[in-house]
């Protein structure tokens, strides 16, 4: 299954299946991405990062794709399972000159249902 | 392990009564961050201390003040607490990489306003 546009609230995918999340992010000036999955009454848990100098990243069951060119930032599930079951933020990092560090502006999450 | 510890979990407060949340951390980190999350949406920034220097959000109001007395501590003061406050706060922390470093984030305070 796969979510299309930064809006789209819910993806509903059957256990096994792929799944891939879509965001599109603001600032053509972001140097770094991340996504976060979170669970109900937990904090946000860290998947994956990628820098804009690379163009996909891979880890375990996870895939990010970035395409710096549209803005949009993309992650892949392979053979997704209940335990997905969550919201996903995706984050991007925006320089704060001031602090000479980051701060991370979150998009809008989209929850993932996977059925069994 | 926890890492980034917030208590209480839960936390009830009156309207207008003064509340302060807590955070700490055992990863050393020398960020460390206030996010607010209502229901059914995006974490969004308050403010950052970057070691000791406080840097605000422009939109963050007044009402929400932080102290940070050591680099295992932060606090998140609501001076009068408004129903509208009533969310989700989360603390993070990073390593200074240049911008570069994840945030940890810890479980969360749910505040109740009534």
């Known amino acids: 299954g796969e979510s299309v546009g930064l809006h789209l609230p819910t993806l509903s995918v059957q256990e096994g299946d792929n799944s891939i999340i879509n965001c599109a992010y603001s600032?053509?000036?972001?140097?770094?991405f991340i996504w976060y999955k979170q669970e109900s009454g937990k904090g946000p848990q860290f998947i994956i990062d990628?820098?804009?100098?690379?163009d996909k990243r891979q880890g375990q069951r996870v895939t990010v794709l970035l395409n710096k060119t549209v803005k949009h930032l993309s992650l892949q599930i392979a053979a997704t399972q209940p335990g997905d079951s969550a919201v996903y933020f995706c984050?991007?990092?925006?320089?704060?000159?001031?602090?000479?560090?980051?701060?991370?502006?979150f998009g809008q999450g989209t929850t993932l249902q996977v059925k069994p | 392990d926890a890492m980034v510890i917030q208590n209480p979990r839960y936390q009830v407060t009156q309207f207008g009564k003064p509340v302060t949340l807590s955070c700490s951390q055992t990863?050393?980190?020398?960020?460390m961050y206030w996010y607010q999350q209502k229901s059914s949406q995006a974490p969004k920034l308050l403010f950052h201390?970057?070691?000791?220097?406080?840097?605000n959000e422009a939109d963050t109001p007044d009402n929400f003040q932080s102290r940070r007395p050591n680099t295992s501590f932060c606090f998140l003061d609501i001076r009068s607490p408004g129903l509208g406050d009533a969310a989700m706060y989360l603390c993070a922390t990073s390593r200074d990489e240049g911008g570069y470093s994840p945030l940890h984030f810890g479980n969360g305070t749910r505040l109740t306003v009534t």
């Open positions: 201390y970057y070691d000791k220097d406080f840097n």
């Open positions: 600032n053509s000036a972001s140097d770094y």
């Open positions: 984050a991007e990092n925006i320089w704060h000159g001031s602090s000479n560090t980051g701060k991370l502006i």
């Open positions: 990628i820098r804009s100098n690379m």
């Open positions: 990863l050393n980190h020398n960020v």
